[in-house]
């Protein structure tokens, strides 16, 4: 069974930092590309960061470029999201990803707030 835990999401203060983690079981976690994804109320799912299988290659948003970052650990089939300097933008749902080739898995997500 696919699972995709996410944590560490809360309520921050502007300027403040987060660490969220994805938890995942039930595949070969070493294979997937894993995203960071969000989505804020009334707006699309947008993608954050990726981090590829071995984590040597990775993208950001532009709008979280040098204030987060994306990180893995094969050995517990965990990934993370290292948020800083948080803005009120980032106020959204967190999604975790995994995809390989033409397979997706969802984790539930994790709401990350930012507001004084």
């Known amino acids: 069974q696919v699972q995709l835990v996410e944590s560490g999401g809360g309520l921050v203060q502007p300027g403040g930092s987060l660490r969220l983690s994805c938890a995942a079981s039930g595949f070969t976690f070493s294979n997937y590309v894993m995203s960071w994804y969000r989505q804020a109320p009334g707006k699309e799912r947008e993608l954050v960061a990726g981090i590829s299988s071995t984590g040597g290659s990775i993208n950001y948003a532009d709008s979280v470029k040098g204030r987060f970052t994306i990180s893995r650990d094969n050995a517990k089939s965990t990934v993370y999201l290292q948020m800083n300097d948080l803005k009120p933008g980032d106020t959204a749902v967190y999604y975790c990803?995994?995809?390989?080739?033409?397979?997706?898995?969802w984790g539930q997500g994790t709401q990350v707030t930012v507001s004084s």
């Open positions: 990803n995994a995809k390989y080739f033409l397979l997706y898995y």
